[in-house]
């Protein structure tokens, strides 16, 4: 395999606000996510930043490997490739990972959020789906009729996200632990549990950053 290591593509793979400073300002050198595909090739993690073909290597800098403990849960170790979401900073041409945001095995490129969505976070039993926008909360569920809200900005302390909602009509009160969330059946890891109260119902699921 032909591994190059790309400045312009490692760029690319950081879609997020703010990457590029301006001059007269300093580079701001704070974890962003990084969105590709990951496999294991001949011992090394080799990076793929979503629509270009070159690859970088990744370094798992968490505490107690915690970033390649839940990559290999979804089949990493075992040869299968991933698409990954991964907060990570670049430094010498590798790709320093210190949190998992989602890892998919078989799972294609997603857009970012962008200015328009900043979070979502989804479960099962029963199906249901939250989309965070910086104008409105939606709320999907199996049966039920869908919930729409104001955005309110969170509180955030010691990796938990609060988020408390309130119309006329209804009330979600939603909680992000950041605390890694598995999903067997879609052989997914995300990394953030979920809680969400609405109407007197308890849904439990996992969220990830948009």
């Known amino acids: 395999m032909n591994i190059r290591h790309s400045l312009v593509a490692l ?3 950081f879609l997020t606000h703010g990457l590029q400073a301006a001059d007269n300002k300093p580079q701001d050198n704070s974890p962003k996510l990084a969105y590709g595909q990951l496999m294991k090739y001949d011992g090394k993690l080799l990076f793929s930043p979503c629509r270009d073909p070159s690859y970088s290597t990744m370094e798992d800098v968490s505490q107690d490997r915690a970033v390649t403990k839940a990559l ?3 089949g990493l170790e075992a040869g299968k ?10 430094e010498g041409g590798v790709i320093k990972a210190s949190a998992v945001n989602q890892a998919r095995t078989e799972g294609h490129c997603q ?6 969505e900043s979070w979502r976070a989804a479960g099962k039993e029963p199906g249901w789906l ?4 910086n104008e409105s909360v939606a709320l999907k569920r199996e049966g039920k009729p869908d919930v729409m809200t104001p955005y309110a900005p969170p509180t955030s302390e010691g990796g938990v996200t ?5 119309t006329e009509s209804a009330k979600l009160a939603i909680q992000f632990d950041n605390v890694l969330c598995h999903d067997a059946a879609a052989n997914s890891v ?8 609405v109407g007197g119902q308890t849904l439990k699921g996992c969220a990830w950053q948009r």
């Open 162 to 166: 609060k988020f408390k909602l309130v």
């Open 190 to 197: 995300f990394g953030w549990t979920a809680t969400v109260e």
């Open 72 to 74: 290999n849960s979804v």
């Open 130 to 133: 939250l989309a965070i926008g």
């Open 111 to 116: 857009l970012p959020g962008g200015n328009r």
């Open 11 to 13: 760029l690319a793979a």
């Open 81 to 90: 490739k991933l698409y990954v979401e991964l907060l990570a900073v670049i």
